[in-house]
């Protein structure tokens, strides 16, 4: 499965974007849980917010209210809505899926990532 994601730009404080993250070559694998995570310059990657196949949804606490997750099964897509950027919401975002692929013997759980989209954010 690979992972492409795309909507990444240069906003002002205070702006809105939205991150789409596509997954293609699925095949048989099921994508269960997706998530975005980001990673700002010198700092840890640390996960934004997941959503399952049934669409149940989590979010870092610090940005709960101010992004939401969605997620079009039929379309291998999760969506990211980011409102009210903050200069300190600057950063690489990258789209995380877990997908399982089964064979007769046994299920394998596969993390992918995408190569990351740049949001900056300009006070």
């Known amino acids: ?23 293609s070559g699925r ?10 995570y980001r990673q700002a310059p010198g700092k840890q990657r640390e996960l934004v917010a997941s959503i399952t196949a049934t669409h149940s949804t989590n979010y870092a606490d610090s940005l709960r209210g101010r992004f939401t997750i969605s997620r079009d099964n ?13 200069p300190e ?3 690489v975002y990258y789209c995380n899926a877990e997908v399982a692929v089964a064979t ?7 993390q992918e990532w995408g190569q990351g989209t740049l949001v900056t954010v300009s006070a």
């Open 1 to 23: 499965v690979q992972l492409v994601e795309s909507g990444g730009d240069l906003v002002q404080a205070g702006g809105s974007l939205r991150l789409s993250c596509v997954a």
């Open 89 to 91: 919401d600057t950063a």
């Open 74 to 86: 039929a379309r291998d897509t999760i969506y990211l809505q980011m409102n009210n950027l903050k």
């Open 104 to 110: 007769i013997e046994r299920t394998t759980y596969l």
């Open 27 to 36: 095949m048989s694998a099921t994508i269960n849980t997706m998530a975005w």
